[in-house]
Nanobody, 129 residues
Framework: QVQLVESGGGSVQPGGSLRLSCAAS????????IGWFRQAPGKEREGVSC????????YYADSVKGRFTISRDSGKNTVYLQMNSLKPEDTAVYYC??????????????????????WGQGTQVTVSS
């Protein structure tokens, strides 16, 4: 079955860290760009970060630059999003999704929602004291 499964979400205090995982099954992840998106209650889904296919170039939204790191482990068929120095405004459901390529630096997080096809079910991240 072709699918993406996110994990690693949870509740953390401001300043804390979480590592999200996006595991693929039924296909080889390294041939695809992987985008991370998030959606807070009442808000649009927004691009957070993207890692490109081929050269593994990375993109980040301005709001997470310097705090989040996206990486790929082809051996585990998994992409990670390391999130440090978390803030309450990072609270959202986080989704990963596949595309042939990242959307480019014009788009927030290098990821335009419409360019991405296969989506995971999402994982909740809550940052609160």
């Amino acid at each position: 079955q072709v699918q993406l499964v996110e994990s690693g979400g949870g509740s953390v205090q401001p300043g804390g860290s979480l590592r999200l995982s996006c595991a693929a099954s039924g296909f080889t992840l390294r041939y695809y760009a992987i985008g991370w998106f998030r959606q807070a209650p009442g808000k649009e889904r927004e691009g957070v970060s993207c890692i490109n296919s081929g050269d593994d170039a990375t993109y980040y939204a301005d709001s997470v630059k310097g705090r989040f790191t996206i990486s790929r482990d082809s051996g585990k068929n998994t992409v990670y999003l390391q999130m440090n120095s978390l803030k309450p405004e990072d609270t959202a459901v986080y989704y990963c999704a596949t595309a042939q390529y990242c959307s480019g630096s014009y788009y927030q997080g290098g990821a335009r929602k419409g360019d991405f096809g296969l989506w995971g079910q999402g994982t909740q991240v809550t940052v609160s004291s």
